[in-house]
């Protein structure tokens, strides 16, 4: 069956499109994209992403650029619960090894792994723009700062929840 997204969705896409100047319809390829990865299930195969290149009427590549280098875009499956640790130097001179290290330990996976259960996924990833909060995590769209391993547990024990 080919990717296509809901009619609420592609009024969405249209939306999003109708912002930029003919001919500009690329300015819409981050929104658009995570309007695909919310409506295909958290994650943009390379299918999804070549649906995305042509209703924006750019090329493949284009889209695989953008996706590839934002660390927001699941290119694989992801858990419901994904803990996105930042690992830029503020955040590792306060720990974030450390807390990354103590997630691998809990949750017996490596970054990039999915717990076999399908419940979390643990991601390093570039800068989040909260230096003064570090250690710190992007779960959603919800910051954790200052964390700890007891905070750690805490987040794991309600996510399981």
Request: aromatic share 8%; net charge negative.
């Given at each position: 069956?080919?990717?296509?997204?809901?009619?609420?969705?592609?009024?969405?896409?249209?939306?999003?499109?109708?912002?930029?100047?003919?001919?500009?319809?690329?300015?819409?390829?981050?929104?658009?994209?995570?309007?695909?990865?919310?409506?295909?299930g958290?994650?943009?195969?390379?299918?999804?992403?070549?649906?995305?290149?042509?209703?924006?009427?750019?090329?493949?590549?284009?889209?695989?650029?953008?996706?590839?280098?934002?660390?927001?875009?699941?290119?694989?499956?992801?858990?419901?619960?994904?803990?996105?640790?930042?690992?830029?130097?503020?955040?590792?001179l306060?720990?974030?090894?450390?807390?990354?290290?103590?997630?691998?330990?809990?949750?017996?996976?490596?970054?990039?792994?999915?717990?076999?259960?399908?419940?979390?996924?643990?991601?390093t990833?570039?800068?989040?723009?909260?230096?003064?909060y570090?250690?710190?995590?992007?779960?959603?769209?919800?910051?954790?700062?200052?964390?700890?391993?007891?905070?750690?547990?805490?987040?794991?024990?309600?996510?399981?929840?």
């Amino acid at each position: 069956m080919p990717v296509q997204f809901s009619d609420t969705a592609l009024a969405e896409v249209k939306r999003l499109v109708a912002r930029y100047p003919e001919g500009k319809q690329k300015s819409a390829l981050l929104p658009v994209l995570h309007l695909a990865q919310d409506e295909f299930g958290g994650w943009l195969s390379t299918e999804i992403l070549d649906y995305v290149a042509s209703l924006l009427k750019i090329t493949p590549i284009e889209v695989y650029e953008v996706a590839t280098f934002y660390s927001m875009y699941n290119l694989k499956p992801v858990g419901k619960h994904v803990f996105e640790v930042c690992q830029t130097g503020p955040c590792m001179l306060n720990g974030s090894d450390e807390i990354i290290d103590y997630i691998k330990e809990k949750l017996g996976i490596r970054p990039g792994e999915t717990t076999t259960d399908g419940l979390f996924t643990l991601k390093t990833v570039e800068c989040l723009g909260a230096c003064g909060y570090a250690p710190m995590m992007q779960m959603g769209k919800n910051y954790l700062e200052h964390l700890t391993r007891e905070q750690v547990d805490q987040i794991i024990a309600e996510s399981r929840k």
